[in-house]
């Protein structure tokens, strides 16, 4: 019996992006991309407390820094 292979999709850096990846989610595909090193991501923000401001982003993770 063998397994269904999955395609593997492999684009550059200028296809990184976050709507770039939301619109390929439901695509049956694994996706390997390449970024920049001094690309910055954030990660999903904390659960908004009912005071002030919610925020956006939650800690930075960048890519050039390994203890990040």
Do not use: C, H, K, Q
């Given at each position: 019996m063998r397994k269904p292979v999955r395609p593997i999709a492999t684009y550059d850096s200028e296809?990184?992006?976050?709507?770039?990846?939301?619109?390929?989610?439901?695509?049956?595909?694994?996706?390997?991309?390449?970024?920049?090193?001094?690309r910055c991501l954030y990660k999903a923000p904390e659960a908004y407390s009912g005071c002030g401001r919610p925020c956006k982003h939650g800690d930075k993770f960048q890519l050039a820094k390994a203890d990040s």
């Open positions: 296809y990184g992006s976050a709507a770039f990846v939301n619109l390929t989610e439901d695509i049956p595909a694994d996706l390997l991309m390449r970024l920049r090193p001094n």
